[in-house]
C-alpha cells in the first residue's frame, strides 16, 4: 500500500506577479512531491521592490478564522506550517491554525520575511520585528536571512565585515530566542563565497557556494520553500539546507541578467526534482 504524501501549509502572501511569495511556494513544494496547500494572507498586484510602482494590497487577515472553522469542521490536518511574509494583526490567527490544525509531530518552519539589505520591507512598521518573534518561538526551524536577525535581535544589521564569531554569536542568540534550530542565510566568511550557516542547540554547520553577482528578489523564498519541501522529504537540516541553496544557484545561473524582478525558479525544478529523486 502507497502512502500518502506529507501535507504542508504555507501561509504567506500572493504576489500576483514577480516570482516570489505563494507563486513559488505552491509549484516548488509540490515539486518536492509534498502535499501542498496555501493560506493566503494578503494579494499583491505585484511585490514591493523597487522598479515596481502603485502596487496594489488586499489584507485577508479576516478569511482567516472562516478558513480555520472550515477545517476543523471537514477534519484538515498538516504535517508541516510554513509561514513567510505575514502582517503583526495575522500573527495569531496564524498561531490559532498552526496549533488546532496539526497533525501528531507536526513541523513548524518560519521564514521571517520582513527585510533585506539592512532596512525592513515597505510596509512594516519598526515594531513588527518583535511580532514576528511570537512566531519564531517555538519553531522547530527559523531561516532568517542577516538582515532579518539583527531585528529579531533588536540588533543593528551587519551585512559585511564580519567574522565567524559574529555569526555564532547570532546564531546562539536566536537558538534563544525559542527556535529549536536556526537557519542562518546570506553568510559570508570569504568575499567569493556565500551561504548557511545552521544550529541545532549544539552543532554548527556551514555550507558555501560561489557568490553569483546576481541579486534577485524572491530567491529567500525558494530557499525556503526547497528547505521544507525537502525536509518533509526526509533530508536533515543540513541536506536540505545544503540543497536549498544549490537549487537557488541554480536558478541564479538560469536567470538573464535583463530579467530584474525576480529568479526563474521554473528553469531550476528538474535540477531540484533530479537532487530529490
Known sequence: MKNAPKKLLSIQDISCFGQ???TVALPVISACGVETAILPSAVLSTHTAPGFKNWT???LTDDMGLIEKSWLENGVKFDAFYTGYVCASQIAPILSIM??????GALRIVDPAMADNGKLYPGFADDFPMQMKRLCVGADYILPNLTEAAFLLG?????SGYDERFVVDTLNALHDIGARNVVLTGVSLQEDKLGVATFDGKDIWYYFNERNPLSAHGTGDLYASVFAGSMLRGLG???AAALAADVVCDALNKT???HWYGACFESAIPYLVSRLN
Open 20 to 22: 516570489c511569495s505563494l
Open 57 to 59: 494590497f488586499r489584507d
Open 99 to 104: 496549533d488546532s490544525c496539526k497533525a501528531d
Open 155 to 159: 540588533r543593528e544589521p551587519v551585512l
Open 237 to 239: 537540516m543540513n541536506g
Open 256 to 258: 538573464p541578467t535583463t
